[in-house]
Every structure is written in C-alpha cells, then in structure tokens.
C-alpha cells in the first residue's frame, strides 16, 4: 500500500493513533502491529468493497468523519466542560464549524461526527446547528456517540478503535473514499482538491501536509516525502523542533534524490476498502497545504486564532462562495449605547453600555456596562439574559448580587473570559504582576502564558485585582 502527502498549510486529526502505536519501543513492535490487525481486520468487519467502475460525485462517492476531540490539558480550563470541537470561536461560532462547513462548501454532505470526552455540549449543538441540513436520505450531520456494546464493554481507545467500532455505521452508503478530519482546527479548505490529488495519484492513504514554514508544531507527526510526496516515512511525536524542522527542510538522500520533511495535520483520504486492511502495505501521498490553518490546541492558540480571526474576519467569515456555517438562534441585533468599538468582532444579542473596546472579541449575550475598558480580550459570552430582577432575587436567596457579564469601570486587558461568568464593579483583569503561569481555579482564574481565563461560570467580586 503507498501512502502519499498531500500539501495544506493547516492540518489535523488523530488517526494517527495508527502511527503511534507503530512508532513504540521495538519491544512491542510485534505485539503493536498485532494489535493493529485486530483493530482494523477481525472476523465480524463488515463488507466495504463496492465497485469503481464510474466515479460518482463527491456527494456520493464521499463520506467525512469528524472527531469532537479528546482530553486535552493544554487547553484546560476551556475544556473543563467540553470537548475540543465546542470551544466558542470569533464570537459567534464553534470550533468544529469551520470543518462542517468546509466539508458542504465542498458538496460532502453525508457527516458522521464521532464524539466521547466531554460531548454533551458538542453533541447538543451539533444537533441542533445541522438538523435543518439534510434534504433528504443522503445529507446529513450524524452525530454517533461513543458506546458501549457486549462484544466492546470499553469506551473507544483512539481514533482508530472508533473507527472500527463504527464500520457497521459507515457500510449504509456505498462510497468510495473516508475522509477523517480533526474537529478543532480554524481552516478554509476545498477538500475537492484534496480528493482529485488522492484519486489522480492513486494512493490509498493520503494525508495533509503544510507546505510552508510556520510556527506550527508537528504534533500530528512528520513526513518524510520525496519530490513525487510519496510518503517514505511518518514519525509521531518528533524530537526535532521547529528551527530543526526548518533547517532540515530538504536534503538529498544518498541515492540522489531528493526529499523533505512535513509537518502532518491529521486529515487523511482513505480508499474504502483499505479502511479494514490498513496495514497491509500501503502506498500514501502527501497532500501540500498553503492556506491559513491553525491548530487550537493550547490556550495560547486558542488566543491567537480569535486575534487572527479579527485581522482575517474578511477572508475566512465573509467568504459568499464558503460561508461558514453554525447554530441559528434567533437573537436579537446587539444594542450599542455609546461604546467606542475598534477593531472588534462583537456577536449577536449583546448589550453594550458607555464602554471601550479594542481589539477583542465579544460573544453572544455578553452584557458590559459603564466605563467598561476591554483590550486585546476575549469574552465568550453567555447563555441566557438575566435581568435585574432576577439578580435581586438571587442574591436574597444566595448572598450573591453580581450579574451575568462585565461590570461598572472594570478594566480586562488580554485576557479570555469564558462562558456566564460575573464580573463585579471596579474589576482589573490585566496580569498586574505579568505572571506566566498560574493555578487559581478556587479563585475562578487561572494564568496560562501570560493569559489571564476566567474560568466557566466564575464569580468575580467588586474591587478584585488579578
């Protein structure tokens, strides 16, 4: 089987779950490889083949899957509550959006969505976003929970496992190509293109590489591709760096060609049938990437990505011909006393008093009263409204009177405050000390490179100074 890369500046997904357990310890490489056999190729795995003969469109001939994401302590607190995938993203949206939305931008329109850490959240918007989506039997956004069965007693080990747990699932629709996409990832993509190089080059694998030198880590793995992106080889978890990565960017083997090493994304096309006997050898292309693409996998780049999407707000939100698409919620237009806004994203629903606010971006039904200062900020917004009289009413019964948002001449300066969090008067969330890192969830925040989150549903007393 060749495996081939394929380029795109913005990758990931966690299939390679296949490779980790192939890059162990050569003391378990046997035992790893066995274990793989059984993964992809037992008894009872359904009857995948179906005929090529006339290549069918994408909408027919293609079917995604999506992962929600799994425990990630890089992105915690944000994650204290849900999945990957459901973070809040450029005030109005989530981060599995922008996949969902790139895969009906480019007419594949049967999604399963595979979900387990965290999911309720994910699971419930996802149904609700996508639920007017299908017209019919073949478009839909299907949401298949992690489960429990008597031949599998475990939740899913791994992308992998989920997949072979779900291949009963994926029979329904005789198409000719997986592709497998991480759900957390801030990206444009025409997975068209991606389809026709994986078809045209006849690989079995294809996998999404980024093409350009960037910042990104190579956390989903490093390929190896020669001048044809012919995959040679695929290591998990690098010891290289980035300024390693860069200098060895291309070399020449000792047989005179040539070759270079590119950092993987996670998005893989897999042929059909090699889905129940991937490890049998296998040809795998890489696919080369030179679009925006950014990897939401830590605090810090959860940051930069709503920073970015400020400067991008254009190109990646405005785009006619590939709206990103989301949960319809009916809110009201958001009303705007005499807030002076620069360069900002505000989102549907808020109410804004006689406040500052540059550079940030502010979630739905975020409520910010009255000499309010917010710089290089992100507010995440809140689930409900809640009047003043329902804070009176609270605070008789719980000895608590700050309401839901941003109160009176309070100051937050780079910071991320996270969804229904009370923000009292006379407030400064501005890393007065520039710590770097700091655990204070008894206080409702904690620090993560030099970012200050409030966590989830915080209380913030008047006159407090982080």
């Known amino acids: 089987m060749q495996i081939y890369s394929s380029s795109y500046s913005s990758y990931s997904t966690k299939l390679t779950n296949l490779h980790m357990i192939r890059s162990s310890s050569n003391h378990n490489q046997e035992r790893n490889n066995y274990n793989l056999k059984q993964i992809f190729v037992p008894n009872s795995c359904p009857n995948l083949s ?170 989903f793995g490093l390929m190896e591709v020669d001048s044809t992106n012919l995959v040679t080889k695929f290591t998990i978890n690098p010891k290289k760096t980035q300024q390693d990565l860069i200098s060895v960017e291309s070399r020449t083997r000792s047989d005179g060609t040539s070759s270079c090493y590119v950092p993987s994304t996670g998005i893989y096309v897999i042929g059909r049938e090699q889905m129940v006997k991937l490890l049998r050898e296998c040809l795998v292309k890489a696919h080369m990437f030179d679009g925006y693409w950014e990897d939401v996998k830590s605090v810090g780049a959860y940051y930069r990505a709503n920073m970015e999407s400020i400067k991008r707000f254009e190109p990646l939100f405005y785009d006619k011909q590939c709206p990103l698409y989301t949960m319809p919620r009916c809110l009201p237009p958001s009303s705007m006393g005499e807030a002076v806004i620069t360069d900002s994203i505000i989102g549907d629903g808020c109410i804004l008093d006689r406040c500052v606010i540059r550079g940030s971006v502010v979630g739905m039904r975020t409520r910010i009263a009255n000499e309010v200062i917010i710089e290089d900020s992100i507010i995440v917004g809140s689930n409900i409204y809640e009047m003043e009289e329902d804070v009176r009413r609270k605070g008789n019964e719980k000895k608590k009177e700050i309401r839901i948002g941003i109160g009176e001449k309070s100051r937050i300066r780079k910071a991320i405050v996270d969804k229904n969090a009370r923000i009292g008067q006379n407030v400064m969330i501005i890393n007065r000390d520039n710590v770097e890192e700091s655990n204070r969830e008894s206080e409702g925040y904690v620090i993560r490179e030099g970012i200050i989150v409030i966590l989830r549903n915080a209380v913030i007393p008047d006159d407090s100074i982080i």
């Open 50 to 219: 179906v005929s090529n003969t006339q290549q069918l469109p994408l909408n027919q001939s293609v079917a995604a899957i999506v992962f929600g994401g799994g425990p990630d302590s890089e992105l915690y607190p944000l994650t204290k509550t849900r999945s990957k995938g459901a973070i809040p993203i450029a005030a109005n949206y989530r981060l599995i959006d922008s996949v969902i939305s790139n895969c009906i931008n480019s007419d594949i329109t049967k999604i399963y969505a595979i979900t387990q850490f965290n999911s309720t959240s994910l699971n419930s918007h996802l149904t609700k976003a996508y639920s007017g989506f299908g017209l019919g039997k073949d478009r839909f956004v299907e949401v298949i929970a992690a489960y429990q069965s008597l031949e599998d007693q475990g939740w899913f080990q791994g992308s992998a496992d989920a997949i072979r747990r779900c291949l009963w699932v994926f029979e329904e629709f005789p198409v000719t190509e997986f592709l497998v996409l991480p759900g957390h990832h801030l990206y444009r993509m025409d997975y068209n293109t991606l389809i026709e190089d994986h078809r045209r080059s006849k690989a079995d694998i294809t996998i999404v590489g980024l093409s350009s030198a960037t910042d990104h880590d190579s956390g």
